[in-house]
């Protein structure tokens, strides 16, 4: 049996462009895609917290070091700059692999920088 698990966490990123004649993807800086291990092509998830939106695309790499988070094609209607997301990647796992599982999670700023980086969530509290 496989199990879907949380790979990368792009936590509070700032979309910085969205290019609707664009061919369909999301630019993302190099640097982060490498930290994140998100590889280019691969299937993502985007959370868009100003309006709720949610929906599926592919990493592209933009420059390296550049902040880039650039929201392409159909979905540039569903992202706007200075909006926040959440980038998130899933593999998938078996039993075994699940239970040695950690995700690579990393916290931006406003300006795209890294705040840090994680391998769990804490407990949410009561």
């Not at 462009?17 to 280019?40: F, H, K, Q, T, V």
């Not at 599926?56 to 979905?75: P, Q």
């Amino acid at each position: 049996m496989q199990i879907t698990m949380l790979k990368a966490k792009l936590h509070r990123a700032t979309v910085t462009r969205s290019e609707l004649g664009y061919e369909g993807s999301c630019a993302i800086d190099g640097a982060i895609l490498d930290l994140s291990g998100i590889r280019e092509y691969e299937q993502i998830q985007i959370y868009n917290i100003n309006n709720g939106a949610r929906f599926t695309t592919y990493a592209i790499r933009a420059e390296a070091g550049s902040g880039i988070f650039s929201v392409n094609g159909a979905a540039a209607r569903l992202a706007c700059p200075g909006d926040l997301i959440i980038v998130c990647a899933y593999a998938g796992l078996d039993q075994q692999e699940a239970d040695q599982h950690k995700p690579v999670l990393v916290y931006f700023n406003e300006k795209n920088e890294v705040l840090r980086s994680a391998s769990s969530i804490p407990v949410q509290l009561a």
